[in-house]
């Protein structure tokens, strides 16, 4: 029996050695830990942020489905109206992303997105019971306070899950949603508009949809964790392995305090805005398409639920590239070449699509624009990601890129107006402009960073950590010597 006890304890002991060998110690267990790690945080993060997302773009641009629904006539709007609906969202989206990203920061993700989105949700459904021009723009007025935390607040909260290489694939996914969104969200509302009830047609489309965004609510805020720290689903051996490789990358850390200096940085840093005007650039094309795609087809002389479900057509393309999007900047590692690449085809396709009156043409051309329209929006928010460093400098930088795709969809509320019916040349040509801004703002950051990965180069600095705390290592953001952009 002593001899059974004594074999026991030698092999608790030998068990606890490991345990904290691992715990400890860097070396060759680190690399199955660390797979084991992201297969678990992706398996809680991504299905649940992919769905809100999904989501979230349904909720914002169902507007445009009940239009094809015959809201507009049941409640006799005119003129301009539906654009100024459309666009009031949008004046409060723009303001509310900065804020939003410092208060995510305080509360936790965990808490954080699942409110914003019981928030818009609530009032997604509101717009069912709305009578009025007036309503509809005080609705969408609120429900921009509240979606205009979510695209920020991802990109922020997998700055501390994931190392920099990690990111692209992941927010390239998280991107792909809103298109995917756009295949499914035609033939949903087709769907929910054919329901024989007491309510007409666009309000099912309303409360249905938004009550999907509830569901979905309730499970990420029983589900996502706020840091891989303080997560429960991960072991101790794999919550040291992840906090050594992020360390390594540095990827941001949750003890991390909020920063006025880096928030004055990052709204006075020049690149900031260039990524923010790739995105908006980007944006312009994107939200025009998710609003006004049944519209644009619906132009060409298909039904009103025909275009309906014609419009999951393009919307497909985009989905198809926004995956590839997720490939390409690993076969080659250059994010300003394929933005420009995607940008210049995507001007060539508009540039099509405004000079032609063949109807076929036309749908084909809205299809292949879609396709180099999706992926630029993924990319610019991954290259961002790569080269700003900071915490608060990084979550300030992603609200300041998203925010202007907010003034994207402000701006191309109006860009293709009905009086431009049938061929919408107008939103068609503003759209390639939009495009070939991209191309130049691109090239301008590849010429740049360029210049000063070589002026570091030369200068050969080497960053002393062992002289700093980890804060004012944090606070030098992407401006530490050690630092390279990624091109």
Same mark, same amino acid.
């Given at each position: 029996m002593a001899k059974e006890s004594a074999a026991r304890d030698s092999a608790a002991m030998s068990e606890k050695s490991r345990s904290e060998h691992e715990i400890n110690e860097p070396g060759k267990a680190d690399d199955e830990l660390i797979k084991s790690y992201l297969r678990k945080t992706d398996l809680h993060l991504l299905p649940l942020t992919?769905?809100?997302?999904?989501?979230?773009? #349904?909720?914002?641009?169902? #507007?445009?489905?009940?239009?094809?629904?015959g809201m507009d006539k049941h409640l006799g709007l005119h003129g301009q109206q539906f654009n100024w609906i459309i666009s009031a969202f949008f004046f409060t989206y723009i303001f509310c992303e900065v804020p939003s990203n410092i208060l995510l920061k305080r509360f936790g993700a965990r808490m954080w997105l699942p409110l914003l989105a019981v928030c818009w949700s609530v009032l997604v459904a509101c717009m069912a019971a709305a009578k009025s021009y007036g309503a509809l723009? %005080?609705?969408?007025?609120?429900?921009?306070?509240?979606?205009?935390?979510y695209v920020p607040g991802f990109i922020y909260m997998t700055s501390f899950w994931y190392t920099r290489r990690q990111q692209g694939p992941r927010i390239a996914l998280f991107f792909s949603a809103g298109v995917f969104a756009g295949i499914w969200a035609g033939p949903l509302a087709a769907r929910l508009q054919a329901i024989d009830g007491k309510l007409l047609g666009y309000q099912y489309i309303f409360i249905i949809e938004a009550s999907m965004t509830v569901l979905?609510?309730?499970?990420?805020?029983?589900?996502?964790?706020?840091?891989?720290s303080t997560a429960r689903f991960l072991s101790p051996a794999e919550r040291a392995a992840a906090l050594r490789m992020l360390e390594a990358d540095r990827a941001l850390s949750p003890q991390a305090l909020y920063n006025t200096r880096q928030v004055m940085r990052a709204l006075g840093d020049w690149t900031v805005w260039a990524y923010a005007i790739i995105f908006w650039a980007a944006a312009t094309g994107g939200a025009t398409q998710a609003i006004f795609g049944p519209t644009l087809i619906k132009a060409m002389g298909y039904t009103s639920t025909r275009a309906q479900v014609l419009s999951a057509v393009p919307s497909a393309c985009g989905f198809v590239a926004q995956l590839?999007?997720?490939?390409?900047?690993?076969?080659?590692?250059?994010?300003?070449?394929?933005?420009?690449?995607?940008?210049?085809? %995507?001007?060539?396709f508009y540039a099509i699509i405004a000079t032609t009156e063949n109807v076929h043409v036309r749908f084909a051309f809205l299809c292949l624009s879609?396709?180099?329209?999706?992926?630029?929006?993924p990319?610019?928010?991954?290259w961002m990601s790569h080269n700003v460093l900071g915490a608060t400098k990084?979550?300030?930088?992603? /609200?300041?890129?998203?925010?202007?795709?907010?003034? /994207?969809?402000?701006?191309?509320?109006?860009?293709?107006?009905?009086?431009?019916?049938?061929?919408?040349?107008?939103?068609? #040509?503003?759209?390639?402009?939009?495009?070939?801004?991209?191309?130049?703002?691109?090239?301008?950051?590849?010429?740049?960073?360029?210049f000063e990965n070589r002026r570091r180069d030369r200068c050969d600095d080497d960053l002393d950590a062992a002289t700093l705390t980890p804060e004012q290592i944090d606070d030098l953001c992407d401006s530490r010597p050690d630092h390279r952009y990624s091109l």
């Open positions: 992919f769905a809100m997302y999904f989501l979230s773009v #349904i909720d914002r641009n169902n #507007i445009g489905n009940a239009k094809a629904a723009v %005080a609705v969408r007025v609120l429900m921009g306070v509240f979606e205009a935390g979905v609510a309730a499970l990420m805020a029983l589900i996502v964790q706020d840091y891989p590839l999007s997720m490939i390409l900047p690993r076969v080659y590692t250059h994010f300003s070449v394929w933005i420009m690449l995607f940008s210049a085809c %995507a001007c060539a879609n396709f180099a329209l999706s992926p630029n929006m990319l610019v928010s991954v990084k979550g300030v930088a992603a /609200a300041c890129t998203v925010m202007l795709g907010g003034i /994207a969809g402000l701006i191309g509320s109006h860009i293709y107006r009905d009086k431009d019916a049938p061929l919408f040349r107008f939103g068609h #040509i503003f759209v390639c402009v939009c495009n070939a801004i991209i191309f130049i703002v691109a090239l301008a950051l590849n010429l740049y960073f360029r």
